[in-house]
Structure formats: structure tokens, C-alpha cells
């Protein structure tokens, strides 16, 4: 045996047991080089403090790599790390994380095999905040009880305008005052006590919602109902004659249902709630702030209170062969309470391929900026900025170098734009501007701002988009657009809603570069449109003439249409309607009031070359109010 044998031996012996003591010491990681490996804990252990302390250790020790081996991980708030934020289109507060991934760079984390298990309100499964070229591949985020209200209708007596359902977890729910409510919570002191408000309880311990803002879906097929058989469920009931509705508890998860609905479900129907308390989206599944370069691989995403990911004022951002849709097996009807995926205030590109979206109670995908209203000038060059929806408080608006438009918010007209100089927070709500710019003579009363650096590109491919409540995809950016290769099946609303509005949500932008092309739609209620372009506008006497939006292009598609209804737009100058393919769908009814194409106030529309294989139905729309060619 060499010397130099026995020194290489003795060598691989210490590196070996270093790493036993290195393991011993991490608490049960294991570091591999450049890799950290953590194990399930096992059982319903809370994983939280192993998943933690990788984190750190790879922060603190320049680890690029953290494996989470296959498995089951369950995350509870308790021994999670928490920060107050604004979490864009959600409720903020305290919210506790499992995966705080803040202020960190080049950091891969694989997790094939590898589910999260979450558990209570107030908390976020992952959470990546002002860090940069962070990429997940492979994970699997779920709740381990519901946070939605879930029902499916046994019977139905038409005599006593009730309907008994069967219910997911009755040991959730509580009846009082002839009213049905769920959650976390101490059922017996509910019942005794006076009703508690939620924010009167601790979200990330106890919550509480009622059963209303509901949603309805036939479980014969699995397909969601249209528009108009998706009434909620009220405590009074507003559809005959104003009699009081009972909630009744039969036993064994039974429950009867009175005077709540204005037109009784079918047997076989299901009805999910997610309550109109507020808060009510406290729990998204991925929070993204000020993130950069971020990938996501096969994340897998079976519920959320909340939206399944939603990234604000970040640049760079892809899922690829991304899932949201109940477990297999669950029995569960809603994956997400709000949007799929979300993204405001964004720059560069967001690219969203090979993915399937089913069963949200809210849109796939939306992007979009924010209109803030200017409520004072403070000096030559500067103003007070305030945000206006209340789930838009606390977001940064605008950085030094960025460019802000102008624009009437009675019509949503811009007039101009200045470059910021600088920005003063005041508070969550306000903040100061100062430009490079004079604002003086050039400031009209009654203004909105939008961000012009805050338009990212769109590029929505290969995708499936299934029986989910509102519509299949909203955006407003004025970045390149392409939605190409998709299926849109049976959304509750329209397809595609292409907006602007400066009057509730406040979601800004005006697009300008807009391609669908090779998708097929299959809708679901005759109410709507398959499309709806043009901005939300406030109803005034006369309406704006002035174009909002410009060159949308709406080729070689395949429609299965509800009704007649295809297009409805206005103030778009450049629509291109051509090469589609339009069929009836099993849903079809003739409504010979809607317009199959329903245009105003538009200019250099054309539509031509389509095919049209449903009986009675033209292309056909009024040029008198249009500049069209």
C-alpha cells in the first residue's frame, strides 16, 4: 500500500465524516458541495424550520443548489418567518412563509416529487422577494384542508323552494341565525357568543367566512354552469318575494338549503364559496416582489387561498409546463379562490407555455399596470399621487428615470407624459412625484398616471385553460403580446378581455401590439362575448371617440360559440378579424338580439376570409359608427 494511497484514504475518510458532523450540525441537511439535500421529515411533522435553515445556510454559504427530495412536506404558520406586505390584488397583513426566499441570487431549487402541504390562512407556501435569477423546478404546493366552502346538491323540492346538499368537512361548518359559515374556529364558543368579525380572530390560527360568492359546476360532467345559473347563496332571498332564507343542519354533513338561491340547482350540481368576508385572498400559493430572471418548471399548484402565483414589480418571469388544478382524488372543485397567475406593475417578458389551468374562481392569467389618481400639485415639478383600490395599497408606483402618462379619467384620454426625478412614500396609500419636467399649465384636474416602463411583454403559448369561473385571460400592457396554440375551454365569461379602467379596479394600459392566433375557444354561456375589447368606461352622456387600444389581430382561430356573440369592441383603432374558423358548440343558442360582431367607435377594422359552419349567423356590423375599412 503507497503512501500516496493511505494519504488519499485518510483524506476521503475526514471529508466523510465532516460531512456526517456538517449534517449533524444543519439539523438533518445534508450539504453535498455546492448542494444542499433536505429530507421529508416524516409524518405531519412541520418541515418549515429544515426548509428555513437550508435557505440560510445557502445564503450564507454561497450554496447555488437546495434538493428537496420526494416527499411530503407539511408547513404550518407557527415556526415560519413573517413580514408585512402588500401583496398586489390580495388582503395585506402578516403573512408567514415556508420558503422566505429574500435577497437572494442564483439559487436553483429542485423539488421533483417534493409537495408542500400547507396549513391555515395567512400564509404563503413560497415567497420570492428582491432576489435574482432564482429558478424552482419540479414542486407541488396543496392545502391540507380546503379554504373554500364545498357542497353537492342530493335533492331538490320545488314545492319548499329548498335543495339539500351534501358537504365537504361539515366539521368546519356552523349554522347560526339561519346562515351557514366555515373555517377554523372555535365552533361552540361561535355559537354562544355574538358573531366575531374576522379580523377580530387570528388568520394564520382562526378564521371564519360565510357561504356566499358562489360558484356552480355539474359534476355529471365536470363542466362549470353559464352565467346566469350562478347565482350565490344569500341569507335573504332576493328572487321571491323577499322572504327570509333558512340553513338548516340535518346531520351526518346533510344541510337544507331555503329561500337562498332565486332558481333551484339541478341534483348532481355543486357549489363552492369562498365567502364575501373580508379578507377573503389572504393566501396566495407564490409571491413574487421586486424578483428578477425567476423560472418555474412543472410547479404544480392544487389550492390556494388566494391566487396560485402573483408577481408585482418583477422582470423576467416563466412558467413552463405549470398545472393548477385540484389533486386527483381530493373530491375538490376549486383549485384557486382568485386568478391563476397574476402580474402587475411588471417589466421585460412574462412567458406562460404548456401549462393547464382548471377550475379557479377567477381568470388564468392577468397583467396589467395601475392608475393612480393625482389628488393635489405640490409644487413646479411635483404632485401627490394616491392609489385607489384597496388591494393596490402599498405597491411602488414609480422609480427615478421611469416615465408616467397622463390621461382624463372621465375618459381614460392620455394628453401627455413626464420622466420621475424622484419619489417621496408617504404612506401606503400616497406618495410624491417630482419630475424632470415642469407640471405647471400642463396638469389637468381630474388626472390619472399609468407607468410606461411597467409594460411587459406577453407571450401566453401551448396552453389549456379549462371550466373556471370569469375569464380565461385578462390583459392590459403595451408590451408585444402573442396567444397562440391554446385551448380556452368553457370559462364562465368571455375568453379574452382586453380592458383598462380607471374607475374601480384602477388596472391601467392600453395595448398596442396584439396577436391571437391558432387557439380554440369553446364557450359556455350565451351572455358573452368570446372577446371584449375596450376600456371599462364610466358611462358618460358622450363617450370618448378617441382610440384606447390599436392593432389587435384575431387570425386562424377555432371558435365553438354559445351564442351568436363573438366580438364585442370599442375605441380600438386596428382590429383584424380573419381566417377563423366558427362553429356551433353543444351549448349553442340562437339569440337573434345579440350582435355577432359588435363594434363602436372604432377605426381600420376588416374582417374577412373567416369560415362560418353555424346556420343563420353573419359577420356582420354597422359601419355607420366606425372609421373603417
Given at each position: ?12 475518510m ?6 456526517c458532523?456538517?449534517?449533524v ?5 445534508t450539504v453535498?458541495?455546492q ?20 435557505l440560510?445556510?445557502?445564503r450564507?454559504?454561497?450554496i447555488s ?6 416527499g ?7 415556526m ?10 390580495h ?8 420558503l422566505?426566499?429574500?435577497?437572494m441570487?442564483n439559487?436553483?431549487i ?8 400547507a ?13 435574482k ?8 404546493i ?7 366552502l364545498?357542497?353537492?346538491?342530493e ?11 351534501v358537504m ?8 347560526k341565525?339561519?346562515?351557514?359559515y366555515?373555517g ?13 368579525s374576522?379580523?377580530q380572530l ?6 371564519i ?11 355529471k ?6 352565467s346566469?345559473r350562478?347565482?350565490n347563496?344569500?341569507?335573504w ?27 333551484l ?8 364559496a ?16 421586486n424578483?428578477e430572471?425567476?423560472?418555474f418548471?412543472?410547479?404544480?399548484i392544487?389550492?390556494?387561498?388566494g391566487m ?12 413552463d ?5 385540484p389533486a ?14 397574476h402580474?402587475?406593475?411588471c ?10 389551468f382548471?377550475y379557479?374562481?377567477d381568470?388564468?392569467?392577468n397583467?396589467h ?20 383600490h384597496f388591494?393596490q395599497?402599498?405597491l ?14 372621465r ?6 407624459e413626464?420622466?420621475?426625478e ?8 400616497r ?11 400642463f ?11 411597467c ?9 389549456r ?7 380565461s ?13 391554446n ?18 379596479w ?18 359556455r354561456?350565451?351572455?358573452?362575448p368570446?372577446?371584449e ?5 364610466s358611462g ?6 378617441v ?9 386562424s ?8 356573440k363573438?366580438?364585442?369592441v ?26 355577432s360582431?359588435d ?6 377594422v ?11 349567423l ?5 359601419n ?6
Amino acid at each position: 500500500m503507497t503512501k500516496e494511497f493511505i494519504l488519499k484514504l485518510i483524506n476521503t475518510m475526514l471529508c466523510a465524516r465532516n460531512a456526517c458532523i456538517l449534517a449533524v450540525m444543519l439539523g438533518g441537511l445534508t450539504v453535498r458541495g455546492q448542494e444542499i439535500v433536505v429530507n421529508p421529515p416524516g409524518g405531519d411533522k412541520d418541515a418549515v424550520p429544515l426548509l428555513t435553515k437550508a435557505l440560510e445556510q445557502a445564503r450564507e454559504k454561497g450554496i447555488s443548489t437546495i434538493r428537496i427530495n420526494p416527499g411530503i412536506y407539511h408547513v404550518y404558520p407557527d415556526m415560519a418567518q413573517e413580514r408585512f406586505i402588500h401583496v398586489s390584488n390580495h388582503d395585506h397583513g402578516l403573512r408567514r412563509t415556508a420558503l422566505p426566499i429574500w435577497d437572494m441570487k442564483n439559487l436553483t431549487i429542485e423539488a421533483e416529487g417534493a409537495t408542500l402541504v400547507a396549513h391555515n390562512m395567512a400564509f404563503i407556501p413560497v415567497t420570492i422577494h428582491h432576489s435574482k435569477n432564482i429558478t424552482i423546478n419540479g414542486l407541488t404546493i396543496d392545502w391540507a384542508e380546503p379554504l373554500n366552502l364545498q357542497g353537492q346538491v342530493e335533492s331538490v323540492d320545488r314545492v319548499t323552494n329548498s335543495f339539500v346538499a351534501v358537504m365537504q368537512h361539515p366539521e368546519r361548518i356552523v349554522v347560526k341565525n339561519n346562515k351557514m359559515y366555515y373555517g377554523c374556529f372555535d365552533k361552540k364558543l361561535f355559537s354562544s357568543k355574538r358573531l366575531l368579525s374576522p379580523w377580530q380572530l387570528t388568520p394564520y390560527k382562526e378564521w371564519i367566512q360565510d357561504a356566499e360568492w358562489t360558484h356552480w359546476i355539474d359534476s355529471k360532467d365536470g363542466s362549470v354552469l353559464n352565467s346566469k345559473r350562478q347565482p350565490n347563496i344569500r341569507d335573504w332571498d332576493y328572487g321571491k318575494n323577499g322572504r327570509p332564507s333558512v340553513v338548516e343542519d340535518l346531520g351526518n354533513g346533510r344541510f337544507r338549503f331555503t329561500h337562498t338561491v332565486p332558481q333551484l340547482p339541478e341534483v348532481g350540481y355543486v357549489f363552492v364559496a369562498k365567502g364575501m368576508f373580508s379578507p377573503n385572498r389572504t393566501s396566495p400559493g407564490v409571491h413574487l416582489m421586486n424578483a428578477e430572471e425567476v423560472v418555474f418548471n412543472q410547479l404544480t399548484i392544487h389550492h390556494a387561498g388566494g391566487m396560485g402565483l402573483i408577481a408585482q414589480r418583477c422582470k423576467n418571469v416563466t412558467l413552463d409546463r405549470m398545472r393548477v388544478a385540484p389533486a386527483e382524488g381530493s373530491g375538490r372543485w376549486v383549485s384557486t379562490l382568485a386568478d391563476a397567475t397574476h402580474f402587475n406593475l411588471c417589466q421585460g417578458k412574462i412567458v406562460i407555455k404548456n401549462s393547464t389551468f382548471e377550475y379557479m374562481l377567477d381568470d388564468a392569467t392577468n397583467v396589467h399596470g395601475v392608475n393612480v389618481l393625482v389628488v393635489a400639485q405640490s409644487g413646479s415639478k411635483s404632485l401627490i399621487g394616491e392609489l385607489q383600490h384597496f388591494q393596490q395599497y402599498g405597491l411602488e408606483f414609480a422609480r427615478p428615470g421611469e416615465r408616467l402618462r397622463f390621461s382624463e379619467q372621465r375618459n381614460m384620454v392620455a394628453y401627455g407624459e413626464r420622466m420621475v426625478e424622484s419619489v417621496r412614500q408617504i404612506n401606503a396609500t400616497r406618495f410624491e412625484v417630482t419630475f424632470t419636467q415642469p407640471i405647471e399649465g400642463f396638469l389637468r384636474s381630474g388626472t390619472t398616471m399609468d407607468n410606461l416602463d411597467c409594460q411587459p411583454d406577453l407571450v401566453f403559448t401551448g396552453n389549456r385553460v379549462a371550466n373556471n369561473r370569469a375569464r380565461s385571460l385578462i390583459f392590459s400592457t403595451q408590451g408585444k403580446v402573442l396567444i397562440a396554440d391554446n385551448h380556452f375551454e368553457q370559462p364562465v365569461n368571455e375568453a379574452i378581455k382586453v380592458l383598462g379602467d380607471a374607475n374601480f379596479w384602477f388596472e391601467s394600459g392600453p395595448v398596442s401590439d396584439v396577436t391571437i392566433k391558432n387557439n380554440v375557444f369553446i364557450s359556455r354561456s350565451p351572455e358573452c362575448p368570446v372577446f371584449e375589447f375596450g376600456p371599462e368606461e364610466s358611462g358618460l352622456p358622450e363617450m370618448a371617440n378617441v382610440p384606447f387600444h390599436k392593432n389587435i389581430k384575431v387570425i386562424s382561430n377555432e371558435f365553438y360559440l354559445a351564442s351568436p356573440k363573438i366580438l364585442k369592441v370599442h375605441r380600438v383603432d386596428g382590429l383584424e378579424f380573419r381566417d377563423n374558423t366558427i362553429r356551433a358548440s353543444k351549448w349553442y343558442l340562437p339569440d337573434n338580439r345579440g350582435k355577432s360582431v359588435d363594434i363602436e367607435r372604432c377605426s381600420n377594422v376588416s374582417v374577412s376570409g373567416n369560415t362560418v359552419e353555424v346556420k343563420g349567423l353573419k359577420l356582420e356590423y354597422d359601419n355607420s359608427v366606425n372609421n373603417s375599412k
